[in-house]
Every structure is written in C-alpha cells, then in structure tokens.
C-alpha cells in the first residue's frame, strides 16, 4: 500500500470515531428532549392549560432539530461503519441486519413520526388539540427510539 491510501485509511477511520462518539452522546440529549417535550405535553393536558407561548412550541421544534442532527450522523455511519456489510447473507446475521437495516429504517419512521406530528398539529383548531397531537406522535417516536438503540452495545 503506499502512503497515501494509507492515510486515508486513517482519516476515514478518525472519522468514523468522531461522528460514532457524536451519534453516541447526542443519542443521551435526544432521548431526554424527546421525554421532556412528552411530560410536558402530557402535563399541559392533564391541567388543561391552554395558554401556550412560541417559546413553548420552540421545546418541540429543538427536539425535532436535534432528531434530524442524530439522524444525519447515523446516515454518515451508515456508509462509514464496519458493522455494515450488505453481503450475500447479511439477513441471516442478527447483527448486519440490525446494524445495516432494522435500525436505520426503524430511526427513520421515529423522525418521520415527529416531523408528522408537528405538521399534524399546526391544523388543529386549539391548543389543546395540538398538544395531543404533537404529544401522541412523540410518544410513539420515542418508544421506536428506545426499542431500536442497541442497548448491549451502549452500556458496553
């Protein structure tokens, strides 16, 4: 090999570290958003409040943000990591499977579910309509999210 291949080698797995550590750590920030945008979804329900600010949708926007930021990260890893391998077999190997499809396609319903429920609910005559919307959306977003994170190899 000379040495140009082999430094991009390097790079590509430097990289490959960065945006992995970045998917890694993001992952805690956005299941917290995603939780604290539902308990306080949930909790303007049960109150019946239906005074709302624009600094309070802002909570839901910053969590989609945050969402589609973790999502691009994983895309990059998807091209980037070694546990991706479409090889003849690969749905046979629970871990190529996971890594190279389940998990991709299930994040991307999770994103889709709460880019749906904040367009869903800007349609809703009041407050409260909107706040069960955008709130039962997330809520199922997050129970995908938490059924997809790959635990065994978060903990590790």
């Known amino acids: 090999m000379n040495f140009a291949l082999i430094c991009i080698k390097i790079n590509i ?3 490959y570290n960065i945006i992995q550590h970045a998917h890694s750590g993001l992952m ?3 299941v917290a958003m995603l939780l604290v945008s ?3 979804g ?8 239906e ?12 969590t989609k943000h945050l969402l589609y930021l973790q999502f691009l990260l994983g895309l990059a890893l ?5 546990k991706v391998h479409f090889v003849s077999g690969f749905m046979k190997n629970e871990e190529l499977r996971f ?8 994040m991307l319903i999770a994103v889709g579910l709460v880019a749906w429920g904040l367009f869903k609910s800007k349609k809703k005559p009041n407050v409260l309509r909107k706040l069960q ?5 997330y809520a199922i977003a997050f129970v995908v999210i938490m059924k997809m994170i790959p635990w065994e190899a978060v903990l590790a």
Request: proline share 4%; net charge positive.
């Open 51 to 62: 005074t709302f600010s624009m600094k309070w949708f802002g909570l839901f926007k910053y």
């Open 99 to 106: 890594y190279g499809m389940e998990h991709p396609l299930m």
């Open 28 to 30: 805690w920030l956005v």
């Open 42 to 49: 949930m909790l303007k329900l049960v109150t019946k409040d």
């Open 13 to 15: 797995q430097l990289m």
């Open 38 to 40: 539902i308990l306080f």
């Open 78 to 82: 998807f091209f980037l990591s070694p």
């Open 133 to 137: 919307t955008i709130t039962i959306y």
